[in-house]
């Protein structure tokens, strides 16, 4: 992967990550009650905050690029926790129970597939050698 598809990779998804996180934190987010209904036993004003906040702070890491494997890592496992919405509420998720049939959030749900193939995609990118460096375990 060249360097600029992963500079591109990286800008996109930490938009999407700072932009998604800033509605939570913000209260206008059209997920708000999907979320708070997923996690039930959760404040829902401090869990969308505390999404919010740490989605935006995985935005900022990711147009950062330092530690790129790790943080792609965090956004990732973040990611498959969206999933739980088609194990707690497949009500909201399937149309008439049948899995093949998605709501329109049972899309937004199973799109972040990509998201998680573009963490997977920054988790094996080559990362660029350190100065001082000379032998890079690694590799």
């Known amino acids: 992967m060249t360097a600029r598809a992963v500079t591109l990779l990286r800008g996109s998804l930490g938009l999407v990550f700072v932009w998604f996180g800033a509605l939570k934190v913000a209260d206008v987010t059209p997920v708000a009650d999907l979320v708070a209904r997923t996690v039930p036993w ?10 919010g ?18 943080v792609a890592a965090v956004a990732l496992v973040h990611l498959l926790g ?12 399937f149309q008439a129970g049948n899995p093949l049939l998605l709501t329109t ?35």
Not at 53 to 70: F, S, V
Not at 82 to 93: D, I, S
């Open 82 to 93: 969206t999933f739980l919405v088609l194990v707690v509420q497949p009500q909201a998720a």
């Open 42 to 51: 959760l404040d829902r004003d401090l869990l969308l905050t505390s999404l």
């Open 53 to 70: 906040t740490a989605e935006i702070a995985l935005g900022a890491a990711l147009w950062l690029g330092r530690r790129l494997r790790q």
């Open 105 to 139: 959030e049972g899309e937004f749900v199973v799109k972040n597939l990509v998201l998680i193939t573009a963490c997977l995609a920054l988790m094996s990118a080559e990362q660029p050698r350190r100065a001082g460096h000379l032998l890079d375990s690694r590799r």
